[in-house]
């Protein structure tokens, strides 16, 4: 039988850390335009640019024989590219012993009322939802295209299929500032966890950063006025730092690139969808992988041993400041590209 320990076949970069979590963005396409990740006008890649289905299900695999036991879906909005559940259904049955140990999406909910139900049946059981607020002004407002009903009834009909929901809302300054403690109420009462994250300057969104900033260290402290809120070893192998809501039993997970370095104990890649993996969120470095990919020379070996190379130039952090004087991102693509 193969031998998949990390220690003897896969990943360890050159900090020690095992690599095992590969997050891929399916498209850089989305319904939505949130005023965080994206320009209105934004171009998209042309089709030729981006891997097939088949494509990035060969690379998944490789990344799996390489001891890589999560995967997590996202984008741009990855339930809005073209049949992405042949993609879905191929990873979810690679889940199981010596393959993946959880298949995962980060959605924006508005195809979830047709998709929920089989994203279960492939082998999902976990995902993550972006609303950034219950009010559906302030949503309208801050996806630009959005309607809250429709992202709330995706919710339902994930909660409904079985699916374990993650709320995801990027905290904004004057935006969704007031809202932190009935979304905290409102998640207890669903079972749903919260997630809770800094804006992160990635991409040029035709517009000031510095004014969407807000230090989660600030809304941990409100939340304190009115919740009980308890230290909980709980982690999701991802960067969010828990609490448990001690009225609610639900759990508020923090991700706070900007006020605490996170990078230690980070066990991930991102690859994008045009087969660029990203060793680091925060950093240019990048290995590609597209024209390898479709290279008649390139069989597993190959590939295994690309995958490898770039494993060796993880870098040791991100070092992530929104540039006041310049107002430039301090990474120029979107998070669209790379996936959150
Ligand atoms: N479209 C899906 C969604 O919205 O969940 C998946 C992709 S989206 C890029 C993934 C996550 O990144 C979302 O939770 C979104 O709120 C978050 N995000 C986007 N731009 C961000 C930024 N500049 N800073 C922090 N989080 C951001
Ligand atoms: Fe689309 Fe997600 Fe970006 Fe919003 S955060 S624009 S839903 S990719």
């Known amino acids: 039988m193969q031998d998949l320990d990390p220690s003897t076949t896969g990943l360890i970069d050159p900090f020690g850390r095992a690599v095992t979590y590969l997050r891929v963005s399916v498209t850089d396409r989305c319904d939505l335009r949130c005023v965080y990740c994206m320009a209105e006008d934004m171009t998209f890649l042309p089709k030729k640019e981006i891997l097939t289905l088949e494509e990035l299900d060969r690379l998944c695999g490789a990344f799996i024989a390489l001891g890589t036991d999560k995967i997590r879906l996202t984008g741009g909005e990855p339930l809005v590219r073209k049949g992405v559940m ?114 992160m300057p990635l991409g040029d969104i035709g517009g000031d950063r510095t004014d969407q900033y807000l230090p989660l260290s600030l809304v941990r402290s409100r939340l304190r006025k009115t919740w009980t809120l308890e230290d909980t070893d709980y982690a999701t192998g991802g960067p969010a730092r828990y609490v448990t809501v001690k009225e609610t039993g639900g759990r508020i997970g ?62 040791k952090g991100h070092d992530f400041v929104i540039d006041r004087r310049h107002k430039r991102p301090a990474v120029a693509r979107h998070m669209s590209m790379t996936g959150g």
Not at 86 to 109: D, F, M, P, Q
Not at 151 to 161: E, H, P, R, S, Y
């Open 86 to 199: 042949t993609l879905v259904r191929s990873l979810g049955a690679r889940i199981g012993a010596g393959g993946l140990r959880e298949l995962t999406v980060t959605t924006n909910g508005t195809q979830l009322t047709k998709m929920a139900e089989d994203l279960y049946a492939a082998g999902v059981r976990r995902i993550n939802v972006s609303m950034d607020t219950l009010d559906p002004g302030v949503f309208a407002a801050v996806t630009r295209w959005g309607k809250l009903e429709q992202t709330l009834d995706g919710i339902f009909a994930a909660k409904a299929a079985g699916l374990a929901v993650k709320i995801n809302a990027v905290a904004l300054k004057g935006v969704n500032e007031d809202e932190f403690d009935r979304m905290v109420a409102w998640c207890g009462e669903h079972g749903f966890d919260l997630c809770l994250i800094e804006t």
């Open 254 to 315: 923090f991700i706070t690139p900007m006020t605490h370095n996170f990078c230690e104990s980070c066990n991930r890649v991102r690859l994008t969808c045009t087969g660029t993996l990203f060793m680091c969120l925060g950093q240019d470095d990048a290995a590609e992988f597209r024209d390898l990919l479709r290279a008649p020379s390139t069989d597993d070996a190959v590939l295994a041993q690309a995958i490898r190379e770039a494993i060796t130039r993880k870098p």
